[in-house]
């Protein structure tokens, strides 16, 4: 199959995904009209809650099949640029696109044929990640695990039905439950959704235990040339493992009583407030671990919480943190790209190759609201154009120097290689007491897992770069 093929068969499964949703969204319409003609709860109707249950599953799949598409778009744009490069070097060369890639697999799970290995556990040799595109759920390990516990967790589902119908029977009372692994791997996979660093390609890794490794290539084999018949020098891959450990952190939410009590859509609500605190925390976590000072009221010491990017970056290969100035770094007129091709080319100066840039939305609009000197929007590079970029607020703007609450810090990598330990089994907690004078209820969720960056010189910072006011 051709990259060609692959992109017309990614469009024709996105739109079915659409499809699918416009009809599971006209049945949902339909259910909530007869019960409010039969005056019933449209969240204790079994088909109601059926629907809804799908309608999230296709929704994952539509934003990850638009995420696929993207990335092979940009792979394509590539392609055409080393085409149109080997005809300048060597006139005769093919005309673009006569020679294709193939790729094996289709639709959201297609991938190139020369891609590399997947990561795997070091007890088993299982695969350790959950693959683009497919939920948490389906994960072998996952899929195992909620085997075992099917016979436990039954008797919840059928009781309450719904993750929210579980909070919303906790509401008259402090306790705390373990969500059933169904209902908490649609957490993680809307968590997936919006954490930026799960959106620009970091693993999840499904703990069965406190703690797991995954085997990682920490050295590549290296090459050299030889005088006839002198001894060929031995060059091997070195392996080491990373361990995850699973550690927790606790996401809050908060909502009135009478909401509780009386809203319709409390599942949908209820689910994705919760998923949205943990991707928040991830993107924080996974960016911030270990940086107590330096980056506005960024305060993420270790222990408790895990290394995060820069943080790791610090530790064990600092030359890969950028800028950093005084009075941080102020784009200029004519070379208002600089610092983003400066970290976009760091990681390939040591044979890694990013896959996408993060950043807040504050030094998005800076680049947004570039202009040339005649009033027309500033063309970035085509290397920053190409550059997938994904928007996370968790990054701060901070005061460097003179430069007061506009500095900020942009992430280069490959994403594929921070890896996000997933212990299996989310606790939440209701508190009625703490907040019962406002008349409101909290939600605590207690995620545990860790994040682990594989290969350090994957990445790359710049620090303090100007971002709008």
Partial sequence: ???????????????????????????????????????????????????????????????????????????????????????????????????????????????RTDAGPRWVRTVDEKPATVARGQRFADQEIVREVADRNAQREAPVLAQHGSLGQLVRAMSTTSGSAIVPTVWAGDLI???????????????????????????????????????????????????????????????????????????????????????ASFAQ?????????????????????????PRGVLGTLNASASSSVLGGATNGTAQTSTTFYNELLDLIYTPRAY??????????????????????????PLQAPQDVKDMPRYISNQVPSYTQGTMTSRATDVFAGDWSQLLIGQRLGLTIQTLTERYAENGQIGIVAHWRGDVAVARPRAFAVYRALQGAL
């Fill in 1 to 111: 199959m051709t990259l060609k093929d692959l992109i017309n068969q990614t469009n024709d499964l996105l739109r079915k995904h659409e499809g699918n949703l416009d009809s599971l969204r006209g049945q949902l319409a339909e259910r909530r009209a007869a019960c409010q003609r039969d005056r019933t709860s449209l969240t204790a109707d079994p088909e109601a809650i059926s629907i809804q249950s799908e309608i999230r599953r296709q929704e994952f799949l539509k934003a990850e099949t638009e995420r696929v598409l993207g990335e092979l778009e940009t792979e394509q744009r590539a392609d055409e640029r080393a085409d149109a490069l080997a005809r300048e070097v060597h006139p005769g060369a093919p005309a673009p696109g006569s020679v294709e890639r193939t790729y094996a697999g289709t639709g959201d799970h297609a991938r």
């Fill in 189 to 275: 996979d809307r968590a997936r959704n919006k954490a930026a660093v799960l959106q620009a390609g970091a693993e999840i890794v499904p703990m069965d235990a406190k703690t797991v490794q995954i085997g990682r290539l920490t050295g590549d084999p290296t090459a050299a040339f030889r005088t006839e018949g002198s001894a060929i020098a031995a060059s091997d891959p070195t392996f080491d493992n990373i361990t995850l450990t699973a550690q927790t952190m606790s996401a809050l939410t908060v909502g009135s009583l009478e909401w509780f009590q009386d809203a319709d859509n409390v599942d949908e609500i209820v689910a994705d407030a919760i998923a």
């Fill in 281 to 305: 925390l991830l993107d924080l976590v996974s960016l911030y671990g270990s940086i107590t000072t330096g980056a506005g009221s960024v305060n993420l010491p270790t222990p408790p919480n």
């Fill in 351 to 376: 044979n890694e190759e990013p896959s996408a840039l993060i950043y807040n939305a504050k030094l998005g609009l800076q680049y947004a609201k570039a202009y040339d000197t005649t009033g027309q």
